[in-house]
């Protein structure tokens, strides 16, 4: 696929965000906080599925994994090069968690009710979780779709040719688009392709590869303060 010329208009002010056409947001551990560890239950389904399939102890089956991830760019990914591992089956296990650590945000309920512009998410994960996510938070009628790490054909983000993928099948605009994401890297192609980004920093180590690397445009430490901040500033002049 042939990548699209590059624009180079960042959104830095409040009134060029709410100019934004598309907002696409990243969903675990953006669209929830962090700190809920509601993602350690996938993480920690990832382990105990890797020591399965291999009949590895947990200390080793979780250095695999992480090996895998740094690798691959997801654990699954690595699984399917690696052992043929059928993703739909990998997903729909991993994704079996208790949804009771996170809860309703009104603040970010009304931050995206007051947010213009089409809004979408943009996962590594699968559709079934991202739809059920955001109903448990009572979200799910802000976003127009979702794409998904199927939808990609099991390429994960970073892959540059997911995103304009991704642009094409919702026919986005990367200069009319905001890009919301918790791990900096996967802003890198993003911004290459013209985006304004996002990064919500979670305190997290690995979420922060490549931050000082100048795709990321934007840092917040509480997504649904910011995006307040944004849909409540006051019109210029």
């Known amino acids: ?123 590594n994960g699968s559709t079934a979780h991202a739809e059920n996510i955001p109903r448990h938070l009572g979200i799910d009628h802000h976003f127009e779709g979702c794409f998904d790490v199927i939808d990609a054909n099991y390429i994960p983000k970073p892959d540059l040719n997911t995103y304009q993928s991704f642009c094409l099948r919702y026919e986005i605009d990367p200069a009319d688009a905001v890009m919301v994401e918790d791990m900096a890297k996967n802003l890198a192609p993003a911004a290459a392709l013209g985006m304004t980004t996002v990064w919500l920093d979670t305190g997290v180590d690995w979420s922060r590869d490549s931050a000082e690397h100048g795709h990321v445009h934007h840092r ?13 500033s006051p019109a210029p002049g």
């Open 1 to 123: 696929m042939t990548q699209p010329p590059v624009n180079n208009t960042i959104r830095h002010e409040p009134e060029q965000l709410l100019a934004a056409g598309v907002w696409i947001f990243d969903l675990d551990n953006t669209l929830y906080p962090a700190s809920s560890k509601l993602f350690d239950q996938v993480d920690w389904n990832m382990t105990r599925y890797v020591g399965d399939l291999l009949g590895l102890e947990q200390i080793e089956a979780r250095a695999l994994q992480k090996q895998y991830f740094r690798e691959y760019g997801t654990t699954m990914r690595g699984l399917m090069t690696r052992h043929n591992v059928d993703p739909v089956a990998f997903l729909d296990y991993v994704h079996n968690i208790d949804l009771t650590p996170i809860s309703a945000d009104p603040v970010l309920n009304g931050a995206l009710d007051k947010l213009p512009g089409r809004k979408v998410i943009f996962t």
């Open 220 to 232: 917040t430490l509480d997504l649904a303060t910011w995006l307040a901040d944004i849909v409540n």
